[in-house]
């Protein structure tokens, strides 16, 4: 799981990178950069403006026709998530075991309830 930026747990093979943060495959799959965009209700232009990409890229990388981004793109998108509020969880966690996931680290005012 990614905490405050920083991946706890063993990194394995599948990491992009090799100076600065290195991530995971997992994180990067199309299905989750595309989960965690929703989560944030935000559109691709807007995950483009936020992580400094252009929207063309972004839109090849969610429709998996970018098999293996540049390692400085997935620090983009991955960076804008977790400035966001993004929390990127690793397949196995939480208990029940399921696979890779997002979630807000904290509700969204509207859903905390009671105001």
Same mark, same amino acid.
């Given at each position: 799981?990614?905490?405050?930026?920083?991946?706890?747990?063993?990194?394995?093979?599948?990491?992009?990178?090799?100076?600065?943060?290195?991530?995971?495959?997992?994180?990067?799959?199309?299905?989750?950069?595309?989960?965690?965009?929703?989560?944030?209700?935000?559109?691709?232009?807007?995950?483009?403006?936020?992580?400094?990409?252009?929207?063309?890229? =972004?839109?090849? !990388? +969610?429709? %998996?026709?970018?098999?293996? @981004?540049?390692?400085?793109? *997935?620090?983009?998108?991955?960076?804008?998530?977790?400035?966001?509020? =993004?929390?990127? !969880? +690793?397949? %196995?966690?939480?208990?029940? @075991?399921?696979?890779?996931? *997002?979630?807000?680290?904290?509700?969204?005012?509207?859903?905390?309830?009671?105001?």
């Amino acid at each position: 799981m990614i905490v405050n930026g920083t991946l706890r747990g063993e990194i394995g093979m599948n990491v992009v990178g090799f100076a600065g943060p290195c991530y995971p495959a997992w994180m990067y799959t199309p299905d989750t950069l595309r989960a965690a965009r929703a989560l944030l209700n935000w559109t691709r232009e807007e995950l483009a403006r936020r992580s400094g990409l252009s929207p063309q890229l =972004v839109q090849k !990388i +969610e429709d %998996g026709k970018s098999k293996r @981004p540049a390692h400085e793109t *997935v620090k983009k998108i991955i960076g804008a998530f977790l400035s966001a509020g =993004v929390e990127f !969880i +690793e397949p %196995g966690e939480p208990l029940p @075991p399921g696979g890779a996931g *997002v979630r807000l680290k904290e509700a969204p005012p509207d859903m905390k309830g009671g105001e």
